[in-house]
């Protein structure tokens, strides 16, 4: 099973919206209304910030909002604030005998 | 609060076994799928494999069956991921986390840092 695709890198300055892609295929992102997203700061565990394409667990802001096309997801940041500045994974469901799949990380950077 | 608390660090050498844990409050043990995930210094994220306590149903990632175990300990509310024969690739956080379903998992645990190394 192929990681899903996201850009290496991300930037905006605070106030701007950033958007982060994640690629995958009919087999995945595509397949299933599954899509998960985890912020990770450094020398931290992941914390979920978006499930099932959009939604928000409780305590997220709600700056931090998901979508998804096809087979790519997408994880949009508005207001930028400094401490939004960490690394995200996308994740999606692949099936009983795959169970999940990861992105391969995007770091965002706010100016 | 749910939370799950994971072993504290770890050097092996080469050949040698380990079993860290991964250990479980704040909710219904039984109910909750437990996921370990792998990442390597400096790189990203890697399911390894899940296992509903309940039934002790257990999935691995190809890349990783056979090269580890996970159980569960249900009488303390405990998860484990073990190794038979450490390599210097395993040198890696291992963090572990609950779901509900296998489409995504909450909260996490705070890693446990394993180094291998002769």
């Known amino acids: 099973q192929s990681a899903l695709t996201q850009p290496p890198s991300a930037s905006g300055s605070p106030g701007q919206s950033v958007t982060i892609s994640c690629t995958g295929t009919?087999?995945?992102?595509?397949?299933?209304?599954?899509v998960a997203w985890y912020q990770q700061h450094p020398d931290e565990a992941p914390k979920l910030i978006i499930y099932?394409?959009?939604v928000r667990p409780p305590g997220v802001p709600d700056r931090f909002s998901g979508s998804k096309s096809g087979n790519t997801a997408s994880l949009t940041v508005s207001g930028l604030q400094a401490e939004d500045e960490a690394d995200y994974y996308c994740?999606?469901?692949?099936?009983?005998?795959?169970?999940?799949?990861f992105g391969g990380g995007t770091k965002l950077t706010v100016l | 609060e749910v939370q799950l608390v994971q072993s504290g660090a770890e050097v092996k050498k080469p050949g040698e076994s380990l079993k860290i844990s991964c250990k479980a409050s704040?909710?219904?043990?039984?109910?909750?799928?437990i996921g370990w995930v792998r990442q390597m210094p400096g790189k990203g994220l890697e399911w390894m494999g899940v296992?509903?306590?309940?039934?002790?149903?257990?999935r691995y990632r190809p890349s990783f069956q056979g090269r580890v175990t996970i159980s569960v300990d249900k009488s303390i509310d405990t998860a484990y991921l073990q190794w038979n024969s450490l390599q210097a690739s395993d040198t890696a956080i291992y963090f572990c986390?609950?779901?509900?379903?296998?489409?995504?998992?909450?909260?996490w645990g705070q890693g446990t840092l394993v180094t291998v190394s002769s």
């Open positions: 296992i509903y306590p309940g039934d002790s149903d257990t």
């Open positions: 099932e394409v959009s």
């Open positions: 986390a609950r779901g509900p379903n296998l489409n995504w998992f909450d909260p």
């Open positions: 994740s999606s469901y692949a099936g009983r005998n795959n169970f999940g799949v």
């Open positions: 009919s087999s995945d992102v595509g397949g299933f209304d599954y």
């Open positions: 704040g909710y219904s043990f039984t109910s909750y799928w």
